[in-house]
């Protein structure tokens, strides 16, 4: 599975990419997310409710928290790739504290756990 079939965002601070986030691979209703930068839980909802407005996600005022945030003190890197297509990420994601997928993104493709 491509990461470009989960519908990933760009998460923005100051115009600079510092994350993103994708469906989760077996979750489909629920967004996980990748921090390149340490940010704050209320940067990172700030971020993913500006990624996702408009997009039909959820049913009411609060329906921007079906995205898994990453801890404070997270950060992953791209180690190659400039897009979704081709993006490689390091460490794996690993959102299985909160019953989510846990595996690879390598060259714009899911790998494990699927």
Known sequence: MKITELDPRWLVKDGRRVGFIFRCPTKHDWYQSCMLENVTRREQWRMFNE????????????????????????????????????????????????????????????????
């Open 51 to 114: 990624a996702l407005r408009g997009c039909g996600v959820g049913e009411d005022e609060f329906q921007y928290t079906r995205v898994q945030g990453c801890r404070q003190d997270c950060a992953w890197r791209i180690i190659s790739g400039s897009d979704f297509h081709d993006i490689s990420v390091s460490p794996s994601i690993d959102g299985s504290a909160g019953g989510m997928w846990h595996g690879y993104i390598t060259n714009g493709e899911i790998v494990g756990g699927v």
